[in-house]
């Protein structure tokens, strides 16, 4: 399937799972108890299970 990619400054909840060959953008944020099974665009909020974009982060 192959490795999972984790962007500089995301944040993980406690929890969640990340599934092989996903790749999570920067500055995204994974919900706890999250399952995620495909990419997470940068700058995504991510939640649930399987996991969907639910919001936003505001670029600082």
């Known amino acids: 399937m192959g490795a999972v990619r984790i962007g500089d400054d995301v944040f993980i909840g406690a929890g969640a ?3 092989q060959g996903v790749t ?3 500055g995204a944020v994974i919900g706890a108890g ?7 665009p940068a ?3 991510v939640a649930g299970s399987p996991s969907r974009v639910v919001g936003t ?3 600082v």
């Open 43 to 45: 700058r995504s909020i």
């Open 24 to 26: 999570v953008g920067d």
């Open 34 to 40: 999250a399952v995620v099974v495909g990419d997470v």
């Open 17 to 19: 799972i990340i599934l």
């Open 57 to 59: 982060v505001d670029p």
